[in-house]
């Protein structure tokens, strides 16, 4: 899986193995990240309270800046906190009305 962590006798996380395998930060192809509601638990400033799977897919893409980006799920969001692993939707940060998640949530919640 991909928070498979690596085995004793020096074999890489899954995680490593993928940026290895994708170049690492010049990999400019494509992240699906499918079934992606599983990375919901993402806390932006609390990572040691973030789920393995939230902590997963935010290394991947902070590690590859220059990858496209697709977020796949049939399963609806019933919190809009949930979307804090979506940085790459560009609807908060530089650039944006919103410069950080936490002002982007607010913004939605008033």
């Not at 930060?25 to 499918?34: P, T």
Request: glycine residues 10%; charged residues 20%.
């Amino acid at each position: 899986t991909l928070v498979s962590a690596g085995r004793s006798g020096g074999k890489s996380s899954r995680i490593d193995q993928i940026l290895k395998w994708c170049g690492g930060k010049s990999f400019q192809g494509c992240l699906i990240f499918d079934e992606c509601h599983r990375a919901k638990n993402f806390c932006p400033g609390k990572e040691k309270d973030s789920t393995k799977v939230g902590l997963a897919a935010m290394r991947l893409q902070r590690s590859m800046p220059h990858a496209r980006v697709v977020y796949c799920s049939a399963t609806g969001l019933s919190d809009v906190k949930s979307m804090a692993f979506m940085e790459r939707l560009g609807l908060w940060g530089m650039g944006t009305s919103f410069l950080s998640f936490d002002l982007f949530v607010t913004a939605l919640e008033s």
